[in-house]
């Protein structure tokens, strides 16, 4: 397990960029990057090296999908996993982010044991275990 | 736009505002609408109330969390440092003193994650008063419903024909350049164009070989 990995939580409640931060410490990756918005997490990505993103859809200021589209469509950013972790649960949601290159889909409320299986998976298939 | 036209604008306003205004009086409803619109700020900051009260109530709960977790992190390493201790001491006569003072740091450990366990259930109070703000505001959503229902009903045109609903939904596609998100879903159970749980957006993201 590379505990290295640089992680970015973004959504605009702190309530649940803390809860996020707190589940991937508790799963070993402490090494964790904040943003309120997609704007905030874009230019994020653009000065700071990532291995990983979690994203919530439903935020002002650019939404989860407009930060997907804007990091696949970034040379130097499109190999990044993006996570999608959201109220949102309309399946057309679901098709679109899958559509899109999310790496994962988690619908809230989510459990601790959900967002391990998913982060394994992806880890795996990512490389970057 | 010229100035005659902006003043025939503002005729036709203030002629359509008149007609409503002898419409809704005609009908018996100006006074409960005049009412009704009078309450939506008291709505707004009841609702304004529930986000602050759930906000502060997760907040507490989550610092008391941190707290307790940092202790429970050190007071396993001090187990883990006193059983090497003892292992290592073998034979050798046991220093009592300090199985006694780590069983007493236990103990009160104990007892401090006791009193924050019942902080957190109290935090849980919000429930309590949440709920019947919430209440009160759906009182007041019922009642603009029931008189905007009985409005459109009374002044519907003859022959209107309700158009039933469409339940059998397709899932129409989305683009990320017109999404508009909607929340949370509250009656997923009752809605085929909704997952309900992680189970469902698994099985939808295999059906479609993601």
Redesign the interface.
């Known amino acids: 397990m590379n505990k290295d990995l640089k992680f970015l939580i973004v959504d605009d409640f702190s309530?649940m960029r803390?809860?996020l931060r707190?589940l991937l410490k508790e799963v070993g990756y402490e090494n964790v990057e904040e943003a309120e918005d997609g704007n905030q997490a874009f230019h994020k990505l653009q000065i700071m090296a990532f291995d990983f993103v979690i994203t919530d859809?439903?935020m002002p200021n650019m939404?989860g999908?407009?930060l997907?589209?804007s990091i696949k469509t970034e040379d130097k950013l499109k190999h990044l996993p993006v996570l999608m972790v959201t109220?949102?649960?309309?399946?057309?949601?679901?098709?679109?982010a899958?559509q899109?290159g999310a790496a994962g889909?988690?619908?809230?409320p989510?459990t601790k044991a959900?967002l391990e299986d998913k982060l394994k998976v992806i880890l795996v298939k990512y490389n970057l275990v | 736009m010229s100035e005659i036209n902006k003043s025939n604008i503002h005729q036709e306003l203030g002629q359509l505002t008149r007609q409503l205004h002898t419409a809704l009086n005609g009908l018996g409803m100006l006074d409960p609408v005049k009412n009704l619109a009078g309450e939506i700020p008291d709505a707004r900051s009841r609702l304004t109330y529930i986000a602050n009260l759930t906000g502060n109530a997760a907040e507490k709960v989550l610092n008391i969390v941190d707290e307790e977790k940092l202790k429970h992190e050190k007071l396993q390493k001090e187990c883990k440092n006193v059983k090497n201790w003892i292992k290592e001491n073998g034979d050798v006569n046991l220093d009592m003193e300090v199985i006694i003072d780590f069983i007493e740091k236990v103990k009160n450990n104990s007892i401090d994650s006791d009193e924050k366990m019942t902080s957190i259930m109290m935090a849980q109070d919000f429930h309590d008063l949440t709920t019947q703000v919430v209440e009160k505001v759906m009182s007041l959503t019922q009642n603009i419903e029931q008189h905007l229902v009985k409005l459109v009903v009374e002044t519907a045109p003859e022959g209107f024909v309700d158009k039933k609903e469409d339940t059998n939904l397709k899932i129409e596609p989305l683009t990320i350049e017109t999404y508009e998100p909607i929340g949370p879903s509250v009656d997923a159970e009752n809605n085929k164009n909704v997952v309900s749980n992680q189970s469902e957006v698994d099985d939808l993201l295999a059906s479609l070989g993601f």
């Not at chain 1, 889909?105 to 809230?108: A, N």
Request: net charge positive.
């Open positions: 309530t803390r809860i707190n859809i439903n939404n999908f407009q997907l589209k109220a949102e649960a309309r399946k057309e949601d679901i098709v679109l899958a899109s889909y988690i619908v809230k989510f959900t």
